[in-house]
């Protein structure tokens, strides 16, 4: 079990906001692509079908060069297991002790794995690639199956961003979309400041809304600063819903809301509110970890239905990238929907995303610790598309 | 002396004095808010350029954005499509002499006090007539309902079916013009009632008093502080080439 949430000694500093070593080969990068999106994904040679790990150039088998980035079993057995008790590295000194082991995997590589505490050599277990908190894909052995306390494992919870004990704000509690996270963030465990715009004009679901009200207008400066002096030292995850996500509107006044609303809303937050999070990103069991964005797949994959949220969204997407390694111990997460479920997209007919939907979504992405997520079918598929062949997704 | 030695006289001595009945422009004041299918007025903002840091160190300025109709502001007469063909109808050209003007003010604070569809009807016009006297040509006609202080939600009003504001209904607006206005000037978001979408014509005092060549003062306060008659009222928005409105400061002049 994790100690439950006291509030710190004012007279210690708090833990240093440090990542684990960062330096891997230019091939590693497949693990961290495979691990942001929560599949389990090894280099497989395409001239002799041999599975390799730790990625490199060739073929360890066949020496051929034919290597690609595929899914494949995660199962395997715990071969052996120890402890690290003393570390030389910065960031993993105050973590021990810290259990590690190898495993054989079904697939045929020996690797050495994060070993969830819960297993012994000889079991089998469910082998997941999950991000550390410098942003590499690393292995973690996990239990065959989810248990109810898996999440609470140390190790675990550091590539992790569970919102059971955290203090979460969603930005937009003017849409049903913000006001169905936070019910479904509160009901996973978190508590919920739910930011609210121009709180003078009223809104479907205000006579009811969940979590604690903050007033939050994220395309004005000040009151994001002013909301962040408030509260940015207590807020451990954001969830941003705030963005346009109409279709047409190619107008430049729309052109110009769109990116206030969407690009401009994102470098608010990260002025006025990160630094505060990621100054606690290494504070212990409920360390600041993640900004989740909520973006349309046209940020990343443009469609003529959708303008100027197109570029909004790509404007933000682009932000977002940019900042990852800046903003490291947090996970930077992007949830790409489709068409919303929404009175804009009423002459659509469905699959459309549901408020429903997408909180259920981006809490599993929190629990699992995913930076990479789609959610609904029509961006799952555009997405599925982008990874084959970006290029074309772009003609089409 | 001049008539303009004598004012600056009194000035000096505190005989006459200056009442602002402009609100701060800020970032949370309320701004006209149309069904979202429409484009919208875009609420004050600011960004600060530097603040005497890195970027200016001596120095604190920033950069505004702000819609034509945002906060305490002027109405042009092009801002309605039934003034867009008349003569000096755009900030920039309206002739500056009409920027100060005498007022007369209708209290009606006690009736819109807990009535959010108080409408202004010639009777009401006719029975302040017949306490002040007739309305002599070419005055601002403020419309008195406190509505200034309340504040927030209260103040815009916005229920399921619409806000509910006091206003003007058309025959009280075509009066006013009959009496020779310069303009029509309120302390609610619209020179309109709230719910004057639902009137006919439609938003008569956008339609007839800016058809008529006349202008529209929104979002005051202070009116309580004004005589009814007497006033003079200085008024003159932004040279916005070929603008429709613009925020202003507003100062009235008193007998103290």
Same mark, same amino acid.
């Given at each position: 079990?994790?100690?439950?949430?006291?509030?710190?000694?004012?007279?210690?500093?708090?833990?240093?906001?440090?990542?684990?070593?960062a330096l891997r080969s230019r091939q590693a990068t497949g693990l961290a692509v495979a691990a942001a999106q929560g599949r389990f994904m090894l280099q497989v040679c395409d001239d002799c079908g041999h599975t390799c790990y730790p990625p490199r150039e060739a073929c360890n088998s066949c020496l051929g060069a034919n290597l690609h980035w595929r899914d494949v079993p995660p199962g395997g057995t715990v071969s052996a297991q120890t402890t690290v008790r003393i570390s030389m590295d910065p960031y993993f000194r105050p973590r021990t002790p810290w259990r590690i082991g190898t495993?054989?995997?079904?697939?045929?590589?020996?690797?050495?794995?994060?070993?969830?505490?819960?297993?012994?050599?000889?079991?089998?277990?469910?082998?997941?690639?999950?991000?550390?908190?410098?942003?590499?894909?690393?292995?973690?052995?996990?239990?065959?199956?989810?248990?109810?306390?898996?999440?609470?494992?140390?190790?675990?919870?550091?590539?992790?961003?569970?919102?059971?004990?955290?203090?979460?704000?969603?930005?937009?509690?003017?849409?049903?979309?913000?006001?169905?996270?936070a019910r479904s963030l509160i009901a996973a465990g978190a508590n919920v400041f739910l930011g609210l715009a121009a709180p003078w004009h009223p809104f479907p679901g205000q006579e009811a809304l969940p979590g604690t009200p903050v007033t939050l207008d994220l395309t004005d400066s000040r009151s994001t600063e002013i909301c962040a002096a408030a509260i940015a030292g207590r807020v451990d995850i954001i969830v941003n819903t705030a963005g346009d996500f109409r279709p047409g509107h190619a107008g430049l006044d729309d052109a110009r809301l769109a990116m206030e609303t969407t690009y401009l809303a994102a470098a608010r937050l990260t002025k006025y509110f990160l630094p505060a999070l990621q100054a606690r990103g290494g504070d212990g069991p409920y360390a600041a970890c993640a900004w989740v964005n909520v973006l349309s797949i046209a940020g990343l994959v443009p469609d003529p239905a959708y303008p100027s949220a197109s570029a909004a969204h790509a404007a933000a997407l682009a932000q977002i990238q940019a900042l990852r390694p800046s903003l490291r111990p947090l996970k930077l997460i992007t949830a790409f929907v489709g068409p919303l479920d929404d009175q804009w997209h009423q002459a659509l007919p469905p699959p459309k995303v549901s408020p429903a939907q997408l909180a259920s979504a981006v809490i599993t992405a929190l629990r699992n610790g995913q930076e990479d997520i789609a959610v609904g079918d029509l961006a799952r598929h555009t997405l599925a598309l982008w990874h084959d062949n970006a290029a074309i997704t772009l003609r089409r | 002396m001049s008539s303009l030695?004598?004012?600056?006289?009194?000035?000096?001595?505190?005989?006459?004095?200056?009442?602002?009945?402009?609100?701060?422009?800020?970032?949370?004041?309320?701004?006209?808010?149309?069904p979202p299918e429409f484009g919208q007025c875009a609420p004050f903002r600011s960004e600060v350029i530097s603040r005497y840091d890195e970027n200016g160190p001596g120095w604190f300025w920033s950069n505004i954005t702000v819609g034509e109709h945002t906060?305490?502001?002027?109405?042009?007469?092009?801002?309605?499509?039934?003034?867009?063909?008349?003569?000096?109808?755009?900030?920039?050209?309206?002739?500056?002499?009409?920027?100060?003007?005498?007022?007369?003010?209708?209290?009606?604070?006690?009736?819109?006090?807990?009535?959010?569809?108080?409408?202004?009807?010639? !009777?009401?016009?006719?029975?302040?007539? !017949?306490?002040? =006297?007739?309305?002599?040509?070419?005055?601002?006609?403020?419309?008195?309902?406190?509505?200034?202080?309340?504040?927030?939600?209260?103040?815009?009003?916005?229920?399921?079916? =619409?806000?509910?504001?006091p206003g003007p209904d058309a025959a009280a607006v075509q009066w006013m013009i009959d009496r020779g206005c310069i303009g029509f000037g309120v302390e609610t978001i619209g020179t309109d009632a709230g719910q004057a979408h639902t009137f006919t014509p439609m938003y008569p005092a956008h339609t007839l008093m800016h058809g008529a060549g006349r202008y529209g003062l929104q979002c005051m306060c202070n009116l309580d502080q004004l005589p009814a008659t007497g006033a003079i009222i200085v008024a003159a928005p932004l040279k916005i080439e070929g603008g429709s409105g613009s925020p202003l400061r507003v100062l009235a002049l008193i007998p103290a």
């Open positions: 079990m994790i100690p439950s949430r006291t509030p710190r000694n004012p007279t210690l500093l708090p833990q240093a906001a440090l990542a684990p070593p495993v054989r995997l079904d697939c045929g590589p020996d690797a050495v794995v994060h070993l969830h505490p819960t297993l012994a050599p000889g079991d089998r277990t469910r082998l997941a690639l999950k991000l550390d908190k410098a942003g590499q894909g690393v292995i973690f052995a996990l239990p065959p199956s989810d248990t109810p306390d898996m999440q609470t494992a140390p190790a675990l919870r550091e590539t992790t961003c569970d919102p059971r004990g955290r203090r979460v704000l969603v930005t937009d509690g003017r849409t049903p979309f913000g006001q169905e996270l | 030695a004598a004012f600056a006289a009194d000035l000096a001595t505190g005989k006459i004095k200056v009442v602002d009945l402009t609100h701060t422009l800020s970032p949370d004041f309320p701004t006209i808010v149309l906060g305490t502001h002027f109405d042009a007469p092009i801002h309605w499509v039934t003034g867009k063909d008349l003569p000096n109808n755009t900030t920039d050209t309206i002739p500056p002499a009409d920027f100060v003007a005498p007022a007369c003010v209708i209290d009606c604070s006690a009736d819109a006090a807990n009535n959010g569809d108080f409408i202004l009807t010639v !009777a009401v016009l006719e029975a302040w007539e !017949a306490k002040n =006297g007739r309305i002599p040509k070419g005055n601002w006609i403020f419309f008195r309902t406190d509505w200034s202080k309340r504040k927030g939600a209260a103040y815009a009003n916005v229920l399921a079916d =619409g806000a509910h504001t």
